[in-house]
């Protein structure tokens, strides 16, 4: 089955999610769908298995145009889509889920149905007995299961999303050879969405890359690691004003001491680290490599398990979020309106609450205030205009406005996510201007470019693994590679 | 501009109320009544007389005094549900003082009022305590508190507070005359001093949501208590204060009923009042002031429905089925307000742009 997506365009609000997108998916292939959180890639996968509307463009499968609105739509047409979260019924037995969802009136062919699960499952290898409740499974047999389900439903094309995410790697095997079976033998077309360059590599032939909505490259396989990641990141070079300041004179404003962190999905082990003062520190690394656990327990937002935290020679180890704030920690978090905004709140009431410190508010300064740093700090937007009609880049505008003028240690997720061009240097100027008051910087980035401009040194993250390196003497090249995982090669 | 959206919000308000109206008007005919008639028997029950109109603010006091407390736990974004127990507690408070202190009503009066307070606070408090620091859902650990309230409320008319012919559950024995909240006069049985209570609850509240630091860290605590945390808010602190606010709230409602409707301590002495206040909240939101006017029409309608059985042979139930209504319509018509509401205007945020300030000159002030 060919699949063929035309001009898609998706936006969500003031964000472009899938930018004038067209992609051609042959049968018998399994294509790579490749780009940092944001990218576009989720909501491309989502258009194409109708969970999710779009805005123009088009779909063809096999010449003809479709249109298709839901998911049972979308398999109907043969497309169907693995989520990353298993969409099966925890309370049904493995053939109760195969059987829910097949056309058919109100009778169950069990017979029938159970002959056709115990085929499907001996020719891809899968181990799945009918009569197991679906919640004694592991994730990887909840996976075979919907496969096994989706192929007897008729589908012809198979859209997986981070189908390794949380299997074992013995299950990973049996998955992969499945899913080359299906492609080969029966000419399906397989789309998989990952974040691990090691499963891409091993199993697409070919991949398309998408960044910030949009399509920047397509490629026949095999690629190196570094080749797949400078896809994915840009291979821009930076301009040559990178920080050289130098300040090994400075004090320390911040010490990591052996510590241990644990996350959801990645623990980060034995890690120490000296920050000074006037000292830029990038944060790289897929997603969820880490990173974020290291800010958070930076502003005392995460405890570690083990090791300790010295924000200006002081123990706040343990400590509340509130005694970092009071000791100049700044954290600025991914999630705008999530962590740092509050929705419902206007811009004003957002700077009474960081500016005012009496019982009753002056509503009146607090509003002077408030245009102030709308022109101060370019913020599109009113005084009275409620938080989450600003853009993006507004927002994190506004966050500057309300982030304390003198911090000592500013711990920054992504401080530039969605932005332009123009939107992420102003944020940067602003950034250094605090810098140049002392102010020590931690910062994660999915942008080489940005990690190399602006960071002193750059801690690279993979799987919860660090790996310093020197951000002067570095290249995107280098980068590249250790972030998709050859950290012991460089 | 301002005015439309006050006209609209008071048409969302209106709507459910306009709407369950009418549908308890079908109910009613189709049982086969007459619907004006109905309308004009609950009317004239509310507000036939002045003894009558005194019956609903009596009913109207406490339940103003628990909606506005709810106006301030729900600004705060807590359902706080256990205000019946609080209600009671605050009774029982009361009561206690009301039975054992032998002292002149001047000073009596204000040490019952302020046990009550304390009484619905605590009650409170545990609810908060469970809630920020144990991660107890504030709604379960209020349903479970109002239980116990109740039990404690048993407990004490029928063992230390039972009257002494004995062996009664049914309530304490009556509270002496300087214990007891004195009436304006004969005909119009409202107490003066509960009445100002009221006005101050309310005005306080809502000079306080609107310019206080504190009623501001409710707010942001109540919209996003991640974000608020992360800008510097206590929002531990926040919910607690909440809490305790409404639960002070509801003692004095509690003690309300006891010092002055029912001169004793009886078993469901909060009438259910707590959770017709939620009810309340319901419709008004965040809005203090316009609590008392919601509150004063559920308790115009409960007290006109008293008559229904004996004019109609219609149950006065047919009052709790006009409040279901209520709360449903109700419901609907905020997601209404959502879906009503207009996706966000985006060009209206880009195109009155401020002066672009060259970034050097912006960060060298």
């Known amino acids: 089955m060919l699949i063929e997506v035309r001009h898609i365009h998706k936006r969500f609000g003031p964000v472009h999610a899938n930018d004038d997108i067209s992609l051609t998916f042959p049968h018998g292939r399994i294509v790579g769908i490749l780009g940092e959180n944001g990218a576009g890639k989720s909501t491309l996968m989502k258009i194409l298995s109708g969970y999710q509307s779009f805005d123009s463009g088009e779909i063809l499968i096999d010449g003809q145009p479709v249109d298709y609105r839901g998911p049972l739509a979308a398999i109907a047409h043969g497309v169907g889509m693995l989520q990353q979260d298993p969409l099966d019924v925890a309370a049904f037995t493995v053939l109760e889920n195969f059987v829910y969802g097949m056309p058919g009136g109100l009778r169950i062919p069990r017979r029938a149905a159970r002959r056709r699960l115990a085929e499907l499952t001996e020719r891809l290898g899968f181990a799945l007995d009918p009569e197991m409740p679906i919640a004694q499974l592991s994730i990887g047999q909840r996976q075979q299961l919907e496969i096994v389900r989706l192929l007897a439903l008729g589908v012809k094309a198979l859209i997986l999303d981070e189908p390794t995410t949380g299997i074992s790697a013995e299950q990973k095997a049996i998955l992969f050879d499945a899913l080359r079976q299906l492609a080969e033998h029966d000419q399906m077309t397989i789309l998989l969405v990952s974040h691990k360059l090691e499963d891409v590599i091993a199993l697409c032939h070919e991949v398309a890359v998408l960044r910030a909505g949009r399509l920047v490259g397509c490629r026949a396989m095999p690629a190196t690691t570094s080749e797949l990641v400078t896809m994915m990141f840009g291979q821009e070079l930076p301009p040559v004003d990178r920080q050289s300041a130098d300040v090994s004179a400075a004090p320390n404003v911040l010490t990591l001491d052996r510590l241990h962190l644990r996350g959801k999905r990645v623990t980060v082990a034995d890690l120490s680290l000296q920050v000074k003062a006037g000292e830029v520190i990038g944060l790289a690394g897929l997603d969820g490599s880490g990173q974020e656990l290291l800010l958070r327990a930076c502003a005392g937002l995460l405890k570690p398990l083990h090791g300790r935290v010295i924000v200006g020679g002081e123990d706040l180890t343990g400590h509340p979020y509130r005694d970092f704030l009071r000791r100049g920690v700044a954290f600025s978090a991914a999630g705008r309106l999530e962590e740092g905004l509050i929705a419902g709140l206007t811009l004003t009431e957002h700077i009474a609450l960081v500016t005012e410190t009496g019982t009753l508010v002056d509503w009146e300064r607090a509003r002077r205030r408030t245009s102030d740093q709308i022109a101060r700090y370019n913020v599109r937007g009113r005084p009275d205009s409620p938080v989450e009609t600003l853009s993006g880049g507004n927002q994190q505008r506004l966050l500057m406005a309300l982030m304390a003028e003198q911090p000592v240690l500013m711990a920054l997720e992504q401080p530039t996510r969605g932005l332009d061009v123009d939107s992420s240097r102003w944020i940067w100027q602003q950034l250094l201007a605090r810098r140049e008051r002392g102010a020590a910087i931690l910062f994660s980035s999915s942008e080489l470019d940005e990690l190399v401009t602006y960071s002193h040194r750059i801690l690279v993250f993979y799987a919860g693994r660090v790996y310093p390196v020197d951000a002067a003497r570095t290249t995107i090249d280098e980068l590249g590679r250790l972030i998709g995982g050859h950290l012991d090669g460089a | ?365």
């Open chain 2, 1 to 365: 501009m301002k005015s439309q959206t006050l006209t609209a919000q008071a048409a969302l308000t209106a709507l459910p109320i306009i709407l369950s109206l009418a549908i308890t008007a079908l109910l009613v005919m189709a049982v086969g009544a007459d619907p004006r008639e109905v309308f004009t028997l609950v009317w004239e029950g509310a507000f036939r007389d002045l003894r009558a109109v005194g019956q609903v603010v009596n009913f109207w006091i406490p339940l103003t005094l628990c909606s506005i407390g709810l106006v301030v736990t729900f600004t705060a974004g807590l359902w706080n549900i256990g205000v019946e127990g609080q209600m009671i507690l605050g009774a029982v408070f009361a009561s206690w003082a009301a039975l054992t202190l032998d002292l002149p009503a001047p000073i009596l009066v204000p040490v019952e009022i302020l046990l009550a307070m304390l009484g619905g606070a605590l009650w409170a408090l545990l609810v908060g305590v469970l809630k920020v620091r144990l991660g107890v859902h504030e709604i379960f650990g209020g349903v479970a508190l109002n239980a116990l309230a109740n039990v404690i409320a048993i407990y004490l008319i029928s063992g230390p507070w039972q009257p002494p012919e004995g062996g009664s559950v049914r309530a304490t024995p009556p509270f002496p005359a300087p214990a007891l909240l004195p009436p304006l006069s004969d005909t119009f049985k409202v107490s003066l001093l509960a009445l100002v209570i009221v006005v101050v609850a309310v005005v306080g509240v809502w000079l306080a949501l609107r310019g206080t630091r504190w009623g501001l860290q409710l707010k942001a605590t109540g919209k996003n208590a991640r974000s608020a945390m992360l800008l510097g808010v206590p929002t531990g602190r926040s919910a607690l204060s909440a809490f305790i606010v409404c639960g002070m709230l509801a003692g004095i409602a509690g003690s309300y009923r006891v010092l002055f409707t029912y001169n004793s301590l009886r078993p469901g002495v909060s009438g259910g009042i707590g959770f017709l206040g939620l009810l309340v909240v319901l419709l008004v939101a965040n809005r203090a002031l316009w609590a008392p006017l919601v509150a004063f029409a559920f308790a115009a309608v409960l007290g006109g429905s008293a008559r229904l059985k004996i004019a109609l042979q219609l149950d006065a139930s047919l009052a709790g089925v006009l409040q279901g209504f209520l709360v449903l319509t109700a419901l609907l018509s905020n997601g209404l307000r959502a879906r009503l509401a207009p996706p966000t205007p985006i060009s209206m945020i880009e195109e009155p742009a401020p002066q672009p300030i060259p970034a050097e000159a912006a960060h060298e002030q």
